[in-house]
């Protein structure tokens, strides 16, 4: 399924690739946020550009490891509008696929 496909309400399976995280400042409850995007169109489209986007929700974790910007992952969980945006939280996941390090 494609993230622009996603239901409203309901349970969903997707992938698709990082496009940013938020971690929050250590006085604030613990969680973990990732926006993810259908492909990596986002790093070669206009800023002006809309495209489907879902936010991931790790409630009580401050870090999730191996997710990171440009992370390619499948998820699964409920979705829910929450300020208009689809979100789920505490996805199950798998991560597909790493960005390259540096050399």
Not at 31 to 37: C, K, N, P, S
């Amino acid at each position: 399924m494609s993230i622009k496909s996603l239901p409203e309400r309901g349970r969903a399976y997707c992938r698709g690739y990082v496009s940013a995280i938020t971690v929050v400042p250590a006085n604030d409850p613990p969680r973990f946020t990732a926006v993810v995007e259908d492909t990596m169109a986002a790093y070669r489209e206009s800023p002006l550009t809309s495209r489907a986007k879902v936010r991931l929700v790790w409630v009580g974790q401050r870090r999730v490891p191996g997710i990171e910007a440009g992370t390619y992952l499948a998820f699964e969980g409920m979705v829910s509008n929450v300020d208009g945006r689809p979100t789920i939280f505490n996805p199950r996941y798998e991560i597909i696929g790493r960005p390259e390090a540096d050399a």
